[in-house]
């Protein structure tokens, strides 16, 4: 047999960043020495939805789940000792995409690098932001605006740099199915791609370069056929996009290319070691096909349902994939799939369906008007109550959950408080001491930035007018401007979008049939608001913090509707003073929070305090989100009615649980069988 030339193996990432830029520097070097090929930084939430560490929403929130990048300082201190003309980094980022590459490109200045060198990626998708995370800011059209600015920016500046990730990964951690992932990320790429070519910044000729730095993001699930499948899939179709609609013809721009975490949806706190074998599969899905091959991977790692993975758990991961690469024969061969009439016939069932719900969002005028008519996020909500149903009931089968649940202890969790990582509650203090003392001090030695206030001024005059934002915003940097301020001066101009929540649209999920746990659940609700004197028995759901996952929220808020509750759900990104004040002004009978950034320690003690200050030691909270089991007995020891995790995943289950903590906290008889 002649020796095959191996191929080149995928970018290797690990998708990290936490309590401060020195901490992630740090673990940076150490994960590149470990032969990680590529960087993934992880930004928090405040970061992410343009505050500065100090904001009131951002309490609870700095650190936790990424890296606080407040400004120039910040992003020097996060690159440290990295040459970042030699580096190939990813940053997860989205409506404030524009400013953190600008502090990016600030620092490699710094560093003496041509930026023309600079090569990697910008996630700056907004559309999936007001679908399933929860990071816009602004309106529709003002963030296509700037999501345009910066691909205009970097094909004629930054000619290497991928400035738009369009990401369907976040699309399936919200329910949706393979035809919708691909129909709502082709149908956000072609909202881009006019808009790029409407706004005149880039000549005809240069058409194919923008489309050739556009790249995807996209999630790999367990059922790794049809994930396969689902790549190639996406590959056709984007390659007909661009030839018919844009009149690409060179081969090598209209290239499907793409980077991809497996689906962490998937992931089980019941049984966590059981994802390991979860994360290889998933990997499998967009490895094994050559013709569909990631150019990028980051795993997740195995106790991600549990808490933040620590640098060993993330060690592990990047290992899966060097053991894939290294030892085993993948990539020494051509396409294996090439020329299966099953897979074949799977790729053209998938094309055909994805491009009718790509004709039909097109119809309703593209992507942002599905948006902004709720069309996409009702989709998204639907979809995945019809998935939690399945769970549910059995009929899609999870290990360790719903099926073979008897499991011999687990070594790996029998502590769980150093199972993960944990952020010192103290680093959010110093994060905001250290931006102080930034703003106290910019404008000295050794520094010297000039003053923020007249770069402010001409971000906010280009931001009125009609020109590239991007000068304007690299201004700000130089001059010293924090994240707070670019984000606010922007603010100021294009105002701020509250997205649709999709939950009353959402059909029901589960029916009421008679003799089932639905229609026990919905009696019980009847005779407790009789027991009340009331008409319907009412429930906040609310989103305290900056943590934009509201898909749990949205799951508990279309059960409880349809159990017979009245339902008060306002979205995300909510005070605890603005939680408490809804609760009362709507006299609700319960109060659910849902975090899953790690806040609740901070955030969940201050609504319950508030409601006793108002004298409302009648309305019971319950909260739910990823806590490990120590917070949970401190939520438990604070008040907290009930605490559910993801290990619950019987939401009807839990409908019933808060019905009957209302019970309690009326001082009714529990109603022990159904009424």
Not at 222 to 246: H, L, P, Q, S
Not at 485 to 502: M, Q, S, Y
Not at 570 to 577: D, F, Y
Not at 638 to 644: D, I, L, N, Q, T
Request: net charge negative; glycine share 8%; proline share 5%.
């Amino acid at each position: 047999m002649t020796e095959r030339q191996k191929d080149r193996p995928w970018l290797m990432r690990t998708y990290a960043g936490h309590s401060t830029a020195e901490a992630s520097n740090e673990l940076y070097r150490r994960n590149l020495a470990k032969g990680q090929t590529g960087l993934s930084v992880a930004f928090d939430l405040p970061t992410q939805t343009g505050y500065d560490s100090d904001h009131i929403l951002a309490r609870g929130e700095v650190g936790r789940v990424g890296v606080p990048i407040g400004h120039l300082g910040d992003m020097r201190r996060l690159f440290q000792d990295i040459p970042l003309e030699q580096m190939n980094t990813s940053m997860t980022i989205n409506a404030t995409a524009m400013w953190l590459l600008a502090l990016y490109q600030v620092v490699a200045e710094e560093q003496g690098a041509d930026i023309t060198k600079l090569q990697g990626t910008t996630q700056n998708d907004i559309v999936k932001e007001y679908l399933s995370r929860g990071t816009h800011v602004f309106p529709p059209g003002p963030s296509l605006r700037l999501t345009t600015d910066m691909i205009a920016y970097t094909v004629n500046n930054i000619p290497k740099w991928n400035p738009i990730n369009i990401c369907s990964y976040h699309l399936q951690e919200a329910g949706a199915t393979p035809v919708q992932e691909i129909a709502y990320a082709m149908s956000t790429a072609i909202a881009v791609l006019d808009a790029v070519f409407a706004s005149g910044q880039v000549p005809e000729d240069r058409k194919g370069d923008v489309v050739a730095r556009i790249s995807f993001f996209v999630n790999a699930g367990v059922r790794f056929i049809e994930e396969m499948c689902k790549m190639r899939a996406f590959g056709r179709i984007w390659d007909k996009v661009t030839r018919e609609r844009y009149g690409i013809e060179n081969p090598k721009h209209r290239r499907f290319r793409y980077g991809v975490q497996v689906n962490s949806l998937g992931l089980t706190e019941a049984q966590p070691e059981n994802n390991v074998q979860r994360i290889v599969l998933e990997m499998l899905a967009v490895t094994l096909s050559k013709d569909a091959r990631a150019r990028a991977v980051q795993l997740p790692a195995w106790n991600e349902a549990l808490g933040l993975p620590r640098p060993w758990d993330q060690q592990w991961s990047l290992r899966i994939q060097q053991v894939l690469a290294h030892e085993s024969d993948l990539l020494e061969y051509d396409d294996i799939f090439e020329g299966s009439k099953v897979i074949e016939a799977k790729v053209s069932e998938l094309v055909e369906e994805s491009l009718a719900e790509i004709d039909r969002i097109q119809e309703m005028g593209g992507a942002m008007a599905a948006v902004e008519s709720g069309y996409l996020k009702s989709q998204l909500v639907a979809s995945h109550a019809e998935r939690r149903a399945r769970i549910e009931s059995g009929d899609e089968k999870i290990v360790g959950v719903n099926i073979f649940e008897t499991t011999e202890p687990n070594p790996l969790t029998a502590d769980l408080d150093t199972a993960i990582q944990t952020v010192d509650p103290a680093v959010e203090a110093r994060v905001i001491a250290s931006l102080q003392n930034w703003r106290d001090t910019r404008y000295q030695p050794p520094f010297n930035h000039p003053r923020p206030c007249k770069a402010l001024d001409r971000l906010k005059e280009a931001a009125k007018g009609t020109g590239n934002l991007m000068e304007a915003t690299l201004e700000c940097a130089r001059a010293g401007v924090t994240t707070g301020e670019w984000a606010g001066a922007l603010r100021e101009v294009f105002g701020e979008f509250r997205a649709p929540t999709g939950v009353s649209s959402a059909p029901v999920a589960v029916p009421a049939e008679e003799g089932s746990a639905m229609s026990q659940v919905r009696r019980k609700v009847e005779v407790t608001a009789q027991d009340l004197g009331v008409g319907k028995l009412r429930f906040l759901v609310g989103k305290p913090g900056l943590d934009g996952h509201s898909n749990g929220a949205e799951q508990i808020a279309v059960r409880a509707r349809d159990a017979g509750f009245e339902v008060v759900y306002q979205g995300i990104r909510l005070t605890p003073e603005q939680i408490v004040d809804a609760a009362l002004a709507e006299d609700v009978h319960a109060v659910g929070l849902s975090i899953l950034s790690g806040s609740h320690a901070q955030l969940v003690p201050d609504v319950l305090d508030r409601l006793r200050e108002a004298g409302a030691t009648d309305i019971p909270v319950i909260a739910g989100g990823i806590i490990p089991n120590g917070d949970a007995e401190q939520l438990r020891a604070a008040g907290v009615a009930a605490v559910f995790t993801p290990k619950d995943f019987d939401i009807t289950g839990i409908i019933g649980r808060i019905v009957d903590e209302i019970r309690t906290a009326n001082k009714l008889d529990p109603l022990e069988v159904p009424a």
